[in-house]
């Protein structure tokens, strides 16, 4: 059992493997688009290629775990090579070498945070892991929250900057994970495959519902990730430290009051506070191309805390919906569509951005990208909440909306 301290260590752990994953989006223009004379769609390419390899990479991490055992030694060596691959970017060279070398280190950044997850679930008994993963989760969401403004600031005169801070933050890490870290009793189950996946979904249908609200969050995502940055310094010609700034104060709410909404959504109706948070979020999206400069430090807090409404409550649904047996499932089938979500949020940005501003300008272009993202939230939050509805007033667990849905 891990003691208090090493719990820490996790955290720490979590945020150290998180923050580089932020530190180049306020700079993303220069970095990619500027750098290597890219369209706007390969400069979004940037930001999911990673996520690709990250959905090859998690069943292999559970893979080898199983298989060889210790899991602080290959947390170690993925984050050597991740620490090697933002190296690697900041050297000149071809576009598609670029690529090629972040599609590498979205595989080690997640065989590495795959393991950690795995580490934490069995770092202390069942009625304690509460207070691991909430350590670990708080770290995850901090480092993603922090990692915009320092990278705004460092990239402010090189670009290539939070590059070399990520490789150190991330090869620190992996000293850490050398020195510190230890096997524990758990075992992290290995990842479900797209059969096991279409599986559950045949059998219970009403499943359908978290897993296309966690596909549609990280979609909206990715537009922060890619479109959005790019947007502020084509758009309202702002810096990279104020680009920063501006995701952190997304971010931020998101992290924060993700666990009190969380608790809310426990005492209260799941449809009311996820559809009513997913279609509060969705408007505020599809609005992100009409606002003045001064309006935007307001508008992000909004955001963000609207994000923070629908996060918890869609995990607590999927667990509502699926029985005990197949919950692991349901849960990482919740996984691999937020992950299918972040790959194409950032290339679908792209693409519409670009297509709409050669006919009517980069400002309808963006507006039009945030519109689509908006749009598909508002009209799943209204699609849904029937369903939930239904689901809420005949089911008691596994009760028996539950087992018509699966007929």
């Given at each position: 059992?891990?003691?208090?301290?090493?719990?820490?260590?996790?955290?720490?752990?979590?945020?150290?493997?998180?923050?580089?994953?932020?530190?180049?989006?306020?700079?993303?223009?220069?970095?990619?688009?500027?750098?290597?004379?890219?369209?706007?769609?390969?400069?979004?390419?940037?930001?999911?290629?990673?996520?690709?390899?990250?959905?090859?990479?998690?069943?292999?991490?559970?893979?080898?775990?199983?298989?060889?055992?210790?899991?602080?030694?290959?947390?170690?060596?993925?984050?050597?090579?991740?620490?090697?691959?933002?190296?690697?970017?900041?050297?000149?060279?071809?576009?598609?070498?670029?690529?090629a070398i972040r599609?590498?280190?979205?595989?080690?950044?997640?065989?590495?945070?795959?393991?950690?997850?795995?580490?934490?679930?069995?770092?202390?008994?069942?009625?304690?892991?509460?207070?691991?993963?909430?350590?670990?989760?708080?770290?995850?969401?901090?480092?993603?929250?922090?990692?915009?403004?320092?990278?705004?600031?460092?990239?402010?005169?090189?670009?290539?900057?939070?590059?070399?801070?990520?490789?150190?933050?991330?090869?620190?890490?992996?000293?850490?994970?050398?020195?510190?870290?230890?096997?524990?009793?758990?075992?992290?189950?290995?990842?479900?495959?797209?059969?096991?996946?279409?599986?559950?979904?045949?059998?219970?249908?009403?499943?359908?519902?978290?897993?296309?609200?966690?596909?549609?969050?990280?979609?909206?995502v990715g537009f922060?990730?890619?479109?959005?940055?790019?947007?502020?310094?084509?758009?309202?010609?702002?810096?990279?430290?104020?680009?920063?700034?501006?995701?952190?104060?997304?971010?931020?709410?998101?992290?924060?009051?993700?666990?009190?909404?969380?608790?809310?959504?426990?005492?209260?109706?799941?449809?009311?506070?996820?559809?009513?948070?997913?279609?509060?979020?969705?408007?505020?999206?599809?609005?992100?191309?009409?606002?003045?400069?001064?309006?935007?430090?307001?508008?992000?807090?909004?955001t963000g805390t609207?994000?923070?409404?629908?996060?918890?409550?869609?995990?607590?649904?999927?667990?509502?919906?699926?029985?005990?047996?197949?919950?692991?499932?349901?849960?990482?089938?919740?996984?691999?569509?937020?992950?299918?979500?972040?790959?194409?949020?950032?290339?679908?940005?792209?693409?519409?951005?670009?297509?709409?501003?050669?006919?009517?300008?980069?400002?309808?272009?963006?507006?039009?990208?945030?519109?689509?993202?908006?749009?598909?939230?508002?009209?799943?939050?209204?699609?849904?909440?029937?369903?939930?509805?239904?689901?809420?007033?005949?089911?008691?667990?596994?009760?028996?909306?539950?087992?018509?849905?699966?007929?």
């Open positions: 059992m891990y003691p208090a301290w090493r719990i820490a260590v996790l955290g720490v752990m979590a945020w150290s493997m998180l923050l580089p994953v932020t530190l180049p989006v306020p700079v993303l223009r220069e970095l990619v688009a500027e750098r290597f004379g890219v369209s706007e769609l390969l400069t979004s390419l940037f930001m999911s290629i990673n996520m690709v390899g990250a959905v090859l990479a998690a069943p292999l991490a559970g893979a080898l775990a199983d298989r060889f055992g210790r899991r602080p030694l290959l947390i170690a060596f993925a984050l050597a090579l991740d620490a090697l691959c933002f190296l690697g970017l900041t050297r000149e060279g071809p576009f598609p070498v670029f690529l599609f590498v280190e979205g595989c080690a950044h997640i065989f590495a945070l795959s393991l950690l997850l795995g580490l934490a679930s069995g770092a202390r008994p069942e009625a304690q892991r509460g207070l691991v993963m909430g350590a670990t989760g708080s770290g995850l969401l901090l480092g993603v929250a922090s990692g915009a403004p320092l990278g705004g600031r460092l990239g402010a005169e090189d670009p290539v900057t939070p590059l070399y801070v990520g490789a150190a933050v991330v090869a620190g890490a992996a000293v850490l994970a050398l020195l510190l870290l230890r096997e524990t009793a758990g075992r992290e189950r290995e990842r479900p495959g797209l059969r096991e996946i279409a599986h559950l979904v045949r059998a219970h249908r009403i499943v359908a519902i978290p897993l296309l609200f966690a596909f549609a969050d990280r979609f909206t922060f990730t890619s479109t959005f940055p790019l947007f502020l310094r084509n758009i309202h010609e702002l810096p990279p430290p104020r680009i920063g700034i501006l995701i952190a104060v997304f971010m931020l709410p998101f992290a924060v009051l993700s666990f009190p909404f969380g608790i809310l959504s426990q005492r209260t109706s799941r449809a009311f506070v996820l559809c009513g948070g997913s279609f509060a979020y969705g408007c505020l999206v599809a609005s992100l191309g009409f606002w003045p400069t001064e309006g935007l430090l307001g508008l992000m807090l909004a609207a994000a923070a409404v629908m996060f918890v409550p869609s995990m607590l649904f999927t667990a509502d919906v699926t029985p005990e047996a197949v919950r692991t499932t349901s849960m990482g089938a919740f996984n691999a569509a937020g992950s299918l979500g972040f790959i194409v949020g950032p290339l679908t940005g792209g693409l519409v951005s670009q297509s709409v501003a050669e006919a009517h300008g980069w400002a309808a272009g963006y507006a039009a990208a945030f519109a689509v993202a908006g749009s598909f939230k508002i009209l799943l939050a209204l699609g849904a909440f029937g369903v939930i509805r239904r689901f809420e007033r005949t089911s008691r667990g596994d009760g028996p909306f539950l087992s018509r849905s699966g007929s």
